[in-house]
């Protein structure tokens, strides 16, 4: 079972600083994915990336930036958190086919 | 947003019963994924279709690429299948997955 380690689990920050959250997996996926959930919008996927050093926009990518030092590592980055931030992520990673999910980050931005 | 599109969006089912859940595209899908988001928030997997069917346990999903849906059957539903199911469409390699906004079921005694 891939394991994919979210932190931290909750967040508050206040508006206008620098939050970042962080994804750690252990299975050698080649994709992790981040992706942000708010209640009747299911889950959107704002980046991803297939390879260390590399990342790719999702649909919502406006307000975020990500970093892939490595293969097990997929950071989230919000240089200036709004109060429009505030959500549940959800980080991923898959090979080819099933995402394996993160327990999810609860941030509020006040 | 739109392009998959979940029925219905909540449901009450009683313990012992059956039902089906339904997801819409409206983009050329390649494959297929539900999952189930538990009260506390988890997410698992439940099936990763191409085109047709597949069943674990309760568990029975099917994929029609032809006519663009996907379908997830439970059977003798338990109080343990409540939460939010989610299918997700791919439309191709190298493309990434977009979710539905989900379908709330409550399983009740």
């Known amino acids: 079972e891939a394991a994919v380690t979210q932190s931290p689990r909750s967040k508050v920050a206040v508006t206008g600083g620098k939050v970042t959250l962080s994804c750690h997996q252990t299975n050698n996926h080649d994709y992790m994915y981040w992706y942000r959930q708010d209640t009747g919008h299911g889950l959107r996927l704002i980046h991803y990336?297939?390879?260390?050093?590399?990342?790719e926009k999702g649909d919502i990518p406006d307000g975020y930036k990500a970093s892939r030092p490595s293969q097990e590592n997929f950071s989230l980055i919000l240089e200036l958190a709004s109060l429009s931030q505030t959500a549940v992520y959800f980080c991923?990673?898959?090979?080819?086919?099933?995402?394996?999910f993160g327990s999810g980050t609860r941030l509020t931005v006040l | 947003g739109d392009q998959v599109k979940q029925s219905p969006s909540a449901l009450s089912l009683q313990e012992g019963t059956n039902s089906a859940l339904r997801c819409n595209f409206s983009?050329?899908?390649?494959?297929v994924q539900w999952f189930l988001q538990n009260p506390r928030g988890s997410l698992m997997n439940l099936f990763y279709?191409?085109?047709g069917t597949k069943e674990n346990g309760r568990l029975k999903s099917t994929f029609n690429s032809k006519e663009s849906y996907s379908t997830l059957h439970i059977r003798d539903a338990q109080l343990e299948d409540s939460g939010t199911y989610f299918c997700a469409a791919e439309a191709g390699s190298g493309t990434y997955q977009r979710f539905g906004t989900g379908t709330k079921l409550q399983v009740v005694p």
């Open positions: 990336s297939y390879v260390a050093d590399s990342t």
């Open positions: 983009i050329a899908t390649t494959t």
């Open positions: 279709l191409v085109p």
């Open positions: 991923a990673s898959s090979y080819t086919e099933t995402l394996y």
